[in-house]
């Protein structure tokens, strides 16, 4: 990329900004890629490209990227009640509404709402929830926390250590003791010859149970897990069996299930919760993103009764609940969010994700006859494309090739843009995605897998 003249957006960028999640030094060089408008599933860049987004911007732009009726609702209730903040029993009744109507679809039955503003506050936030409540019911022991390799749960002190990719600790001295991590359960990847779905999601449990039993049970306050494994892993639904036989040994070490749904929640698995997919049973869910259509930054913590209960003991025993962001509950961001959820109601979203699944999961698997494709796994409008170097051996590309890189960088070109690991791609597109625009972004993906293979 070019920059056009020192006083360009892109050179104010570069001389500006730090980007999240960005390689700083080449950034220097490449400069950004600014997005200026967009609309339904297309973001337009500053000369006006558009380009499909496949993976809903950071998977959260459930409606797509324009919406007049959320706007209109931000704007009444900045007008009406721009700011206010719910400590101290202060409330609004956008909070209320939202907190309430949460409860309501919540995917077991949840006692209570605790607003944030973004998915890595949510977990954070829960985290802190975890650790009250064990002190709460006299067992401060309880204190370490288990999540999968190659999760991601945030950027915050706590939420980095919960997600399991080395790369993201490397260079801040983190994590800090008492984050475990356990497997990733890919079953396409690290199967034996022979073994089945549900043996692959058995020998994945004992891996769980032999490390809960090496750390002693005593010691494990919780399991921290999405349903389906988002951004390190690249949209990878679990192996069959595998929620189900995790939750068995939760159950028999007294260790509490937090669900992360902050992609999973509001329709993207083909239900309103990835719980309900894969029959999790949490204590704890923790949910963003879509919860506002990612129109405001909104974040909620659902909590199960026995956890409100250690809350209201510990108020006994030491006060206030002291914990709380300036912004939690804000009236404008609930009043998005609750607009969001009566959008999601009157288009039946749960129906026309199921609606458009199997579009979507026979687009996107049909990329398997693709040479460097060795496999596709997904469900609702989430899924990813294993890219291998040898489908027979499943031996994939080295990691510096940056293959999936290589196939975002092509499907740029053709107007797609993609969620590139270096060996998977993970899609995630509008939940507003038509059938015919899926098997438009699925020629694209393909076409931008042939470029690939002919560079
Ligand atoms: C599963 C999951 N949890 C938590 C987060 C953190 O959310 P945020 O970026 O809003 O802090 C993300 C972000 O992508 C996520 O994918």
Known sequence: ?????????????IASVLHPYTHARRHLEAGPQIMSRGSGIYVYDDAGKPYMEGAS????ASLGFGNERLAR??????RGLGYYHIFRQSSNEAAIDLCERLLAIAPVPMSKVLLQCSGSEANDSALKLVWYHWNAEGRPEKRKIISRRQSYHGSTIATICLTGIEDFHKGFGMPYDGFLYTECPHFYRDHRDGES?????GRMADALEALIAREGPETIAAFWADPVQGGGAGALPPPAGYFEKVQAILGRHDILMVADEVICGFGRTGNMWGSETYGVRPDIVTCAKALSAAMQPISAVLMNERIFRSILAQSDRLGSFVHGFTYAGHPVASAVALETLKIYEEMNLVAHVKALEPVFLEAFGALKSHPLVGDFSGC?????????????TRAQFPPEAKLGMEVDRHARERGLILRANANRIALAPPLVITADEIVEMAARLRAALDDTLAA
Do not use: I, Q
Not at 57 to 60: D, G, I, K
Not at 381 to 392: I, N, P, Q
């Open 380 to 392: 609702g409008l989430m899924g990813g494309v294993e890219l291998v170097k040898d489908k027979a």
């Open 1 to 13: 990329m070019t920059v056009a003249s020192p006083n360009s957006a892109h050179a104010r960028d």
């Open 73 to 78: 609702v931000a704007y009444e209730a900045m």
């Open 57 to 60: 911007a950071l998977w959260c």
């Open 197 to 201: 779905e549900e043996e692959f999601s």
